[in-house]
């Protein structure tokens, strides 16, 4: 079974300013690209050559396994994007945030800056 490459569910530019269309051309289009043709590649000839993604990820090594899981991780990765959503939260959210935190914008300061203090504190 041929591996192919899932198009993204989205347009390249869909997550700007956050992700650009040329990293998600890049990252998409030629890295995750490059898992599926080297998987590709390795599995003619194998038990794997008529095998489904999660079949090798499952019972392959090495080579086969490695590109077999990058694929489904990227594939799985961009599948989980999308565009922002500048909606407001459902009513029952809405008023639970307010009851905590005051406001919507109040909820975002304390979200922020509680985050930015965990990944200071990692030291990546």
Same mark, same amino acid.
Do not use: C, R
């Given at each position: 079974?041929? $591996?192919?490459? %899932?198009?993204? /569910? ?6 700007? /300013?956050?992700?650009?269309?040329? +990293? #998600?051309?890049?990252?998409? !289009? ?8 080297? #998987?590709? &590649? #390795?599995? /003619? !000839? ?7 993604? @999660? +079949?090798? $990820?499952?019972?392959?090594?090495? %080579? ?10 990227? +594939? ?11 909606? @407001? /939260? ?8 307010? &009851? &905590?935190? !005051? ?6 300061? +304390?979200? $922020?800056?509680?985050? &930015? ?8």
């Amino acid at each position: 079974m041929k $591996i192919e490459l %899932p198009a993204l /569910p989205y347009e390249l530019n869909a997550l700007e /300013p956050s992700i650009s269309a040329k +990293t #998600l051309e890049f990252h998409h !289009g030629k890295h995750h690209q490059a898992y599926v043709t080297n #998987l590709n &590649s #390795l599995i /003619p !000839g194998t038990k794997f050559e008529n095998a489904s993604l @999660e +079949t090798m $990820i499952k019972e392959a090594d090495g %080579p086969i396994f490695n590109n077999a899981a990058q694929v489904w991780n990227h +594939t799985f990765y961009f599948a989980s994007l999308k565009q922002a959503n500048t909606s @407001e /939260p459902a009513k029952q959210v809405a008023e639970a945030i307010k &009851s &905590s935190f !005051g406001s919507q914008k109040e909820f975002k300061d +304390t979200f $922020i800056k509680a985050n &930015s203090s965990v990944i200071t504190s990692v030291n990546i």
